[in-house]
């Protein structure tokens, strides 16, 4: 099958969760014997990804403006373009945002298949008029894809209550079980001691809520453990900056985004992972977590609530007392834990990917 991929940033070593997600999917299909060509947004493209072909998937960089506001609509509208010149077999558009294309894919003759990664209307960043785009980006793409996958149970719901849409293909998010790094040098360079810190991984908007983690922080009596946060903002405004100062301010470690080696050593040897989100779909960032063994404490959403996790990883959300005395808990008692992560395995993703492609083609 010959495959084109809209609606993330780009791969690899790109920021975000979709971004992940279509780093680990694409090179398997690929290795399956498929075609598969990956439009990236031009904005995200620096002379350290500035490559035409990862693990055999091709990429292709596609205008984008530097502007949140417009920049998935304009990409996603020239990616489609740029996709129907290519003739795919089929174009699978990523999030409910660009999937506001769907309905032009489909009058330009393509086939479609939409992942939706979670009701992003949801996202405090966003203002009334781009909440009301991606709503009707999740509407469009929900009525007029031609198969819709969605990552989580939770997601399912929304689109059956919403839209009574039931035929949707459920596929999670996967992980890999790494290789856990044995060196400390870059944990040496950050000034953190092995074992003695608490992570968090994300990009700074505020529906990671790091803001109520660094709060948190401020109210322990911490002077053994400190906080990392590993991650930036996208696109660079009032909040993260606020958010960099009270770090600053609190003595938290902002690693800035990390990824490969930096990332694996950071993940290997932290006491604990938190995951303060006001908003999820299903996070890749807390798979990451778990197959490192680590202890996890998260928000209560229900995008949060994998059946892997028992109630004592749970605080409640936005609620920054809640959260100092979870961590107060789980610092006082440092575990490692084994998860059984047998759902999220991405070789299977990738099977189960490939037949709703097959579907769609045999219709």
């Known amino acids: 099958m010959k495959i084109v991929v809209t609606g993330t940033r780009g791969i690899p070593d790109i920021q975000g969760g979709v971004e992940t997600h279509?780093?680990?999917?694409?090179?398997?299909?690929?290795?399956?014997?498929?075609?598969?060509?990956?439009?990236?947004?031009?904005?995200?493209?620096?002379?350290?990804?500035?490559i035409s072909e990862y693990k055999g998937v091709k990429l292709v960089d596609v205008y984008a403006p530097r502007k949140k506001s417009l920049e998935a609509i304009v990409h996603t509208a020239l990616a489609v373009v740029k996709a129907r010149m290519m003739n795919p077999d089929l174009l699978h558009i990523h999030a409910v945002g660009p999937s506001l294309m769907v309905p032009f894919a489909r009058i330009l003759g393509m086939k479609v298949?939409?992942?939706?990664?979670?009701?992003?209307?949801?996202?405090?960043?966003?203002?009334?008029?781009a909440k009301t785009m991606l709503r009707t980006g999740e509407r469009w793409g929900t009525r007029w894809s031609?198969?819709?996958?969605?990552i989580s149970s939770v997601i399912a719901g929304i689109l059956k209550d919403n839209y009574r849409r039931e035929d949707v293909d459920l596929i999670y998010n996967g992980v890999d079980k790494p290789v856990?790094?044995?060196?400390?040098?870059?944990?040496?360079?950050?000034?953190?001691?092995?074992?003695?810190?608490?992570?968090?991984?994300?990009?700074?908007?505020?529906?990671k809520g790091f803001h109520d983690l660094i709060q948190a922080y401020s109210r322990m009596n911490h002077d053994d453990i400190k906080l990392v946060i590993a991650g930036d903002a996208d696109h660079p405004d009032p909040y993260s900056t606020e958010l960099k100062r009270m770090a600053a301010d609190a003595g938290v470690i902002l690693t800035g985004f990390i990824k490969g080696e930096e990332l694996n050593q950071v993940l290997s040897n932290a006491a604990l992972f938190v995951l303060?989100?006001?908003?999820?779909?299903?996070?890749?960032?807390?798979?990451?977590a778990m197959s490192y063994d680590l202890d996890v404490l998260v928000s209560d959403i229900p995008a949060n609530r994998l059946p892997e996790l028992d109630s004592s990883d749970f605080f409640n959300t936005g609620d920054v007392d809640s959260l100092k005395k979870a961590l107060e808990r789980k610092i006082a008692a440092i575990r490692s834990r084994e998860y059984d992560l047998a759902s999220y395995n991405w070789d299977n993703i990738a099977r189960q990917t490939v037949d709703v492609y097959k579907s769609v083609l045999a219709h």
């Open 22 to 50: 279509c780093e680990n999917l694409y090179p398997r299909l690929v290795a399956m014997g498929h075609d598969v060509t990956v439009l990236r947004r031009s904005c995200y493209v620096t002379d350290a990804n500035r």
């Open 113 to 129: 298949v939409m992942t939706n990664h979670g009701p992003d209307y949801d996202r405090q960043k966003w203002g009334k008029m």
């Open 276 to 288: 303060p989100s006001y908003h999820e779909g299903l996070p890749i960032a807390l798979l990451e």
């Open 146 to 150: 031609n198969k819709v996958i969605v």
């Open 180 to 207: 856990k790094s044995s060196k400390v040098d870059f944990l040496e360079k950050m000034g953190v001691t092995p074992h003695r810190y608490i992570l968090a991984l994300g990009r700074f908007v505020k529906e």
